[in-house]
């Protein structure tokens, strides 16, 4: 499995592109831009790109609803402990914000030829449809951002958030998934028996029994009309097949570089470990760099005398939960770090007594995550 | 609210629907309250017919884990028997949209043809909203008792343990939104049968799950204000779980780390329970968080903590 060399720092050069990865609410979008905000502390031009994070993160961070549109510099200053960078300077932060929607319709205003293709796709209904509901577009489109970002190079360091997947590695997936479903070549294979070049419906005189009930039974479940709307559309995508499958082919290569490193975040708990396990695994055969696995939001361990067991088993007393919190998630930690690989960096941050609403208490996250990894790194 | 009789027990409400769709964001507890659900609803007298309720649980989720909550083996598909009136079935979306298929075609040799199809392949991944009415289907099925695999016994309530991906009012107004696109065939006319059983507030009822947390706050503010302006409906109840019990009044934490966290952190669920209160009109409960693994007996404690919240509720 491929690792970050031991010894190498999260942040920097060695890897301009890091991505975090995990469960939806486990922290990912706060660790994300905690990361970021101290790569730019530490001078190096930075981006950090999430999906829909909190109104308390968007407050921190100080951007609006214009991050959806185009990268938004984060406005600095010099409070904080940052340690400027080797020239002493601090580097610049954008946030961007990552909206399927908009970054699907200007996907296709550029890549349609003309305004009557661009119109064909964009009234077809099946597109409005498709656009808000089919599995992967937020993904698709939030590789299609990086693309762009990564092609136009203007930072030295980008931190991609993810966006909150059960099935996490969907994110990853979607390029080629949706490249694949919009392929010409397949649906034109698909469609043949049905429709002819210009779209309408072929007799079915020329099959025999079995192909006609086949047509008819396919017909019952499927309903031409939603199939004859599903060819307009494909046909009508057409022209864009090329630049998309292009486009999907780099974004692929970029993510599997070994200088983009992949950090997995999880919560705490043993129900968690299996999922953990489970992504980190398939991160590596998918040939994905992962580095460090970050469980948060680790409950503390409790000593002393505990209450007994309350009179109200709907109101436990608050020692003793946080007590058992605390004793629930180490040990998943310590279960994990049995079954976690020899060398792979795993560190636990702690139940923090507030969520960082500035970016003092954002840039204390990211730089006790990174302390602890050089500690965690020590140790081998 | 409209729609509902405001002098009928929450309790009582809840029981007399057919559908129950619990929904929420990730990690919130959907599963933990589903099955406190379902626990509390099983096995009481169903008023149409004086006999036990029978409420099965339905998980759409590949990896399951509903299961666990009621101390049972994986049941890789089939209807598991919990006691007490309480089932549970855990299916994936294309295994039920595969088994309407089938009913659809009883010749094997066609059925096999149909399935294997590119445009059938095509169709299954990428018809909008067709997962989602399969879903509902199946669980409209268990109610009316033509589920095959349920040897033709109803059930007087199925609760959806509903997806964590994807936002609970897509799933909701997938019916009508299928039956737009396919006007004919099965599907087109299970989506019709839907969108009419999903907008009927006497037969499908709404359990949106949130824990005093902003984003699943946030979540489930949106999701209310979804329902309402694309199904012209209310959930029927909000449950805000894992609550960390109130720090005692007029104490201090001292140096103690513990207690500290346990004030800053009852306080910030305060809050996000204080912007529920003013934001979300409608029955609102609260589930605390429990030092218990989860499992059977977690799945008790809740629902005695659960019974007594829908008792006291106005």
Redesign the interface.
Known sequence: MALNAPGTPLLGDEHPLIVVVGSGGVGKTTLAAALGLTAARDGRDTLVMTFDPSLRLKDALGVGEEARDRPVPVALGDAGEGRAGEGGAVGRLDASLLDARRTFDRLVERYAPDEAARRRILDNRFYAHLAGSLAGILEYMAVERLWEVASEGTYRQVVLDTPPTRQALDFLEAPSRIVGFLESGALKVALRPWFDDAGRLKGSSRLGFLGRRFESFLDEIVGLDLLRDMAEFFQAFEPLYGGFRERARQVEELLRSPRTLFVLVSGPGEERIADTLFFARRLGEAGYHLGPIVVNRVHPQVSGPLPGLPEDPCTPDGRALLAWLGERDHRGLAHLRGLVPQGRPLVALPLLRREPTDLASLEAVGRELLQRLDRAGGED | MPGTVPSEPLRSRLARRRLLVVTG????GKSAVAATLGRLLAGSPAPATGQPRRVLVFEV???E?LHQMLGLPPSGGEIADAGGGLYLQNLKPRQVLDRI?AE??P?E???R??QA???????A?????LKEVAILGHALRLVRGLDPDAFGQKFDLVILDAP???HGV?LLAAPR?LSE????????EMGAELAEFVADPEQAGIVVVTTPE???V?EALELRRGLAERLDREPELLVINAV??P?PRGESPGDD??????Q???M?QEREIERLERDWAGPRLEL???????GPELVA?LT??LE?ELAAWR
Request: charged residues 25%.
């Open positions: 964001k990730g990690g919130v989720d590949p990896r884990n298929v659809r075609i010749l040799a066609i059925r043809r149909v199809s590119p445009v059938y392949q095509q169709f991944e990428g018809a909008p909203g964590a991906t994807g897509s939104l696109v396919i006007r004919r065939g099965p599907f087109g902003e984003m699943p946030h960390y019990p720090f780390p513990v207690l500290a966290l346990w800053d952190r009852r910030l605390p968080k429990l030092p218990e693994d989860r404690t005695r903590c007594r």
